[in-house]
């Protein structure tokens, strides 16, 4: 056997394995660029789709928190009417048309609720890193502990509410009447007067609540722009 036959014998098995080995890296390489590429598109997916639902949550918000600074406005200005009727009932003449109407809007009133369903969700199953931008999540964290704090204005509001209208019905009267002529009646109740004074206060503080109107519509704007960059 020559010396050339002989070299030839030994490295043709060597070339052989070596070719295997460096399929089976390949293959091994493909097969994680595969994962990590199915990986990369479930977490894109699951971005988009909590992006898309913290958004449709936010509008609701926004909707129900314009809803409720509003109603309070209508019910400041409602009390501060029939206070002034109150104050000038021993003074002669006095306009009792829509006083009626007054009444019955300060025995009312819009609750401030928040639609945190998809964030309690990202919170129990710990989604929440699906959305990278570590700003934007703490973001997200922030605005939903401030509305739940500002969901004391349910009780601010209603408090002094549930306590007009019992006094009221010991009058044998109902806020949804919006009867005038009980109205006038109803204003010389000193206890009535100091609930209607109470209830335009409060109206008055939870207005300032509209803070969290401003941070929902910063909070749309980025999750907007996160949507599309994505």
């Known amino acids: 056997m020559t010396a050339k036959n002989l070299l030839s014998r030994f490295t043709r098995p060597s070339a052989s394995l070596l070719t295997e080995f460096v399929v089976i890296v390949l293959g091994v390489l493909a097969a994680f660029a595969v994962d990590e590429w199915k990986e990369a598109r479930e977490l894109r997916q699951l ?31 409602a009390a501060m009417l029939l206070v002034k009727t109150a104050e000038d009932l021993d003074r002669g003449s006095i306009q009792v048309a829509g006083l009626g109407e007054a009444l019955y809007r300060i025995g009312r009133s819009t609750l401030l609720e928040v639609a945190d369903g998809t964030f309690q969700e990202m919170t129990m199953h710990g989604t929440g890193p699906a959305i990278s931008d570590v700003e934007l999540r703490l973001k997200i964290t922030r605005y939903y502990a401030l509305a739940r704090d500002r969901q004391d204005a349910n009780a601010m509001v209603y408090s002094p509410i549930d306590r007009y209208r019992d006094a009221l019905n010991d009058q044998g009267l109902s806020y949804g009447d919006r009867d005038d002529g009980d109205a006038v009646e109803v204003l010389r109740n000193p206890r009535v007067l100091a609930l209607i004074r109470e209830i335009g206060m409060t109206a008055a503080k939870v207005q300032r609540y509209d803070d969290l109107l401003a941070g929902n519509e910063e909070l749309v704007a980025k999750l907007e722009r996160a949507k599309s960059s994505d």
């Open 47 to 77: 971005r988009h789709f909590l992006i898309s639902a913290l958004l449709e949550d936010l509008r609701d918000d926004a909707e129900d928190f314009t809803q409720f600074i509003e109603d309070q406005a209508q019910r400041e200005a």
